[in-house]
């Protein structure tokens, strides 16, 4: 994902450069994440409406600075959108030989991201509102309540497991680890006893589940043990039942953060911050965010989310090829 530009060396690849037929004069310079880069030039403050001679410091790509927007109150940090990361801050020497998870070259010199994405987590959520939820929108349109508030009650109906109900949430293909386009959605082990909460249960543990796996994968890759304490803000974030869901399947305290907006609007900011002087380091995010509530990891639910995680896993493997024919 980095193109002509060689994370390790912090410099522009020539050879590639060479191999793309371009000058290696058209390359901007390269400057750190936090320095000034320019000032807002008097063209630039006409057409934006900022001030002229205003900093510009380059900050870093959207995860990037949502990492930093969601502060250092957790070993990591989950942003729940329609796709969602899994990160681990590593020095720059750690990356995946096998190229399944990507390394996102750090705003701080010398350290990284080790990442992986998966395509539809929020996705698989929309999907099943849009398509399994008629009862929920009624009952929340009666209540003039947020639909989701039904949605998570009914899927709660559900112990733990779903009842052996497995939901792969490739509903866009799947990027980490599999990176494969054909990749497609589907509930495994459906019978007879299962029961729509059971079908809105297993999404929502399909898609944590893998969450769950990308970090297993990404502990293991950086020699570290899993993380302990986690962060996680964004849209799904606000349910009860995901949260819980993500400390009982990863086994560790996930603290719900209360942002007062975006996480990653807020790290860019503290970027600009850094880059002018005005914060010592990225730390300083801490003081615009606070946990609106800490959940515990069930420890007899860890157990059969492993159980399901190695089920999991075997999934995509098995169905590989079927999915390469689903046109």
């Given at each position: 994902g980095y193109m002509a530009y060689d994370y390790k060396k912090m410099a522009w690849d020539p050879e590639i450069?060479?191999?793309?037929?371009?000058?290696?004069?058209?390359?901007?310079?390269i400057v750190s994440g936090r320095e000034v880069a320019g000032y807002v030039t008097r063209q630039?403050?006409?057409?934006?409406?900022?001030?002229?001679?205003t900093p510009?410091?380059?900050?870093?790509m959207d995860g990037q600075v949502a990492n930093i927007g969601a502060?250092?109150?957790?070993?990591?940090?989950?942003?729940?959108?329609?796709?969602?990361?899994?990160?681990?801050?590593?020095?720059?020497?750690i990356t995946d030989p096998e190229e399944r998870y990507e390394f996102w070259a750090g705003i701080q010199p010398g350290t990284g991201d080790l990442a992986g994405t998966m395509n539809a987590f929020g996705g698989s959520i929309a999907w099943m509102r849009q398509n399994l939820c008629d009862r929920e929108e009624k009952l929340a349109a009666q209540a003039g309540a947020p639909i989701f508030d039904f949605l998570a009650e009914r899927?709660?109906?559900?112990?733990?497991?779903?009842?052996?109900?497995?939901?792969?949430?490739?509903?866009?293909?799947?990027?980490?680890p599999y990176f494969d386009a054909k990749a497609?959605?589907?509930?495994?082990?459906?019978?007879?006893?299962h029961t729509d909460a059971d079908l809105k249960r297993a999404v929502f543990e399909g898609a944590v589940l893998h969450l769950a796996m990308m970090m297993e994968d990404l502990a293991e890759l950086s020699g570290r043990p899993a993380p302990k304490t986690a962060s996680v803000?964004?849209?799904?974030?606000?349910?009860?039942?995901?949260?819980?869901?993500?400390?009982?399947?990863?086994g560790c305290r996930m603290l719900r953060l209360d942002v007062g907006g975006e996480v990653g609007s807020l790290g860019a900011a503290v970027c600009g911050g850094v880059g002018v002087g005005i914060y010592p380091d990225f730390s300083a995010a801490n003081e615009f965010l606070s946990v609106e509530r800490e959940f515990e990891p069930n420890l007899r639910h860890t157990q059969l989310y492993r159980e399901k995680l190695e089920l999991y896993r075997k999934c995509y493997p098995a169905l590989k090829e079927i999915f390469a024919k689903l046109v």
């Open positions: 450069i060479r191999a793309a037929g371009l000058r290696q004069e058209l390359f901007p310079e630039a403050a006409a057409e934006t409406g900022l001030a002229e001679g510009v410091v380059p900050g870093g502060g250092t109150l957790g070993e990591t940090n989950f942003h729940l959108g329609t796709s969602t990361t899994a990160r681990l801050h590593v020095p720059a020497d899927a709660a109906e559900s112990p733990v497991g779903a009842r052996g109900l497995i939901f792969l949430p490739f509903l866009q293909g799947e990027r980490t497609k959605g589907c509930f495994l082990g459906l019978s007879m006893h803000a964004g849209g799904a974030a606000g349910s009860d039942l995901v949260c819980q869901m993500m400390a009982d399947a990863m």
